[in-house]
């Protein structure tokens, strides 16, 4: 059963923030003045702070629990396995490692069998890149400058998120960034129907110049999160395929985000057809329960190293609590229909923004993939001037603030990042809450609508 804390008196609870705020640090923020929700606990789509204000969680924390807040199937699961045994080394075999991975294998596309576990998204990046380098004996990397693989330094180079520019002279070396194909912003200034899907040959014209003998991988989120839902034209991903069985380069997807029924499919890659030979994921494996990432590789390179060591190690590789916790929560995307539904509610969340973009002439786009989307907030939709730039400064997020401060004040946790507003609810959520989120951010847009021109 739900279990949370009797009332509490007004200073235990300004005692609550002072102990984070004094002794704690916030990432990505100034540590002074920050107001953040004092959560006292979850239930489904909402959460609840200790003055028992709800609000409704439309990102899903930071689009990683999936299955929703106060799933007991997942406590329950995790003492069971504490009581058996809490910590055994990577080198020692537990029922709930082989139950995990047996299911990563049963559920991934294609030849991908075999699961070295991490303990994060960036944990899984770091181990797919050095991984791609030791098995192809190249060193180069292709990523995407509109993307975001993790805050460690290999994720963070492999990355394009300006959040990494102040640690920028501590880079890895060896990875090159290709434009995106940001289809709304295209940068060859072309309209998807009819272009060339330039920005593929953009990737092999920088193949060729990088030297293909020199690629280990190209580096690709299996959809859009963060950086925008930058949608991919439909056959974006195969030609990617192609290109790497051209020149032998690996193709790894980043399932971090976009894994696990997020985008109404196991993975993102599966809204393609497309095979990679790595998939690196972590978030919605536990649904954000227990922190544990995955790096999921295909039998042909799991196989290379059955008569050669394979040195990649972590501590926590495998944490029997963590795989228990990942094993139970595949049982409830399934038992419960969640992965079904992220596709019906997300087809749903797009009828329904098409309605608010009839009412709000700040919505510039809306993309969305399952329930994993974002509304692009413009000032002009013929310009598609935004309405806060790319990595905006503090003094040019004036107005998406104010639309943020509104989301927060009608009672909605969601993330809002320079000009977006992002739409990534648990895949429990039904189209009551649906319609309860999205009044919520249509009175806030309405904020954004006053700059409109």
């Known amino acids: 059963?739900?279990?949370?804390?009797?009332?509490?008196?007004?200073?235990?609870?300004?005692?609550?923030?002072?102990?984070?705020?004094?002794?704690?640090?916030?990432s990505w923020s100034k540590q002074a003045g920050l107001n953040p929700i004092n959560v006292e606990y979850g239930k489904g789509v909402y959460i609840y702070d200790y003055d028992g204000k709800r609000y409704i969680d439309f990102s899903s924390g930071l689009m990683n629990v999936n299955i929703g807040h106060g799933h007991q199937r997942v406590t329950d699961a995790v003492v069971r396995q504490m009581q058996q045994v809490s910590y055994v080394t990577p080198t020692c075999t537990t029922k709930a490692r082989g139950d995990l991975g047996k299911k990563?294998?049963?559920?991934?596309?294609?030849?991908?069998?075999?699961?070295?576990?991490?303990?994060c998204g960036a944990t899984a990046?770091?181990?797919?890149?050095?991984?791609?380098?030791?098995?192809?004996?190249?060193?180069?990397?292709?990523?995407?400058?509109?993307?975001?693989?993790?805050?460690?330094?290999?994720?963070m180079t492999a990355g394009g998120d300006p959040r990494k520019l102040s640690s920028d002279s501590q880079q890895i070396p060896n990875i090159i960034h290709v434009e995106d194909p940001y289809c709304y912003r295209c940068p060859w200034s072309q309209e998807m129907s009819?272009?060339?899907?330039?920005?593929?040959?953009?990737?092999?014209?920088i193949i060729e110049f990088e030297g293909p003998e020199n690629i280990a991988a190209i580096l690709m989120e299996g959809e859009s999160?963060?950086?925008?839902?930058?949608?991919?034209?439909?056959?974006?991903?195969?030609?990617?395929r192609d290109l790497c069985d051209k020149y032998g380069i690996?193709?790894?997807?980043?399932?971090?985000m976009s894994g696990f029924g997020r985008t109404g499919k196991w993975f993102g890659v599966d809204n393609f057809g497309v095979v990679p030979d790595m998939i690196a994921t972590a978030k919605g494996l536990t649904a954000g329960y227990l922190p544990l990432g995955a790096l999921i590789v295909s039998d042909k390179i799991a196989k290379h190293y059955d008569d050669r060591p394979l040195m990649l190690g972590l501590t926590y590789s495998a944490h029997p609590v963590a795989c228990a916790a990942g094993v139970e929560v595949l049982s409830i995307y399934e038992d419960e229909n969640m992965i079904e539904n992220a596709a019906a509610m997300g087809s749903y969340v797009e009828q329904q923004v098409d309605f608010l973009a009839q009412k709000h002439p700040c919505i510039g786009d809306f993309r969305n993939t399952g329930l994993l989307g974002c509304i692009e907030v413009v000032k002009n939709r013929t310009t598609k001037e935004p309405m806060a730039p790319f990595n905006a400064k503090p003094q040019e997020m004036t107005v998406m603030n104010q639309v943020a401060a509104k989301i927060?004040?009608?009672?909605?946790?969601?993330?809002?990042r320079w000009n977006y507003v992002f739409i990534?609810?648990?895949?429990?959520?039904?189209?009551?809450?649906?319609?309860?989120?999205?009044?919520?951010?249509?009175?806030?847009l309405s904020i954004a609508d006053a700059y409109c021109v």
């Open 125 to 155: 990046i770091e181990n797919a890149i050095k991984l791609a380098r030791l098995y192809t004996g190249r060193h180069k990397i292709i990523a995407r400058y509109r993307a975001f693989h993790g805050a460690s330094y290999g994720a």
């Open 104 to 119: 990563l294998a049963e559920i991934s596309p294609g030849n991908l069998t075999k699961t070295l576990f991490t303990v």
């Open 424 to 444: 990534a609810p648990p895949l429990c959520i039904t189209r009551e809450e649906v319609d309860e989120g999205l009044a919520i951010i249509s009175e806030a």
């Open 408 to 416: 927060r004040e009608l009672g909605m946790y969601t993330f809002v």
């Open 194 to 205: 009819t272009c060339q899907r330039e920005c593929v040959s953009h990737i092999e014209r």
């Open 225 to 240: 999160g963060s950086s925008g839902c930058i949608k991919y034209p439909p056959d974006y991903w195969q030609k990617l």
């Open 1 to 26: 059963m739900l279990i949370h804390t009797e009332e509490l008196t007004e200073a235990e609870k300004a005692e609550i923030r002072l102990n984070n705020a004094d002794y704690t640090l916030f």
């Open 250 to 256: 690996l193709l790894i997807a980043d399932e971090v």
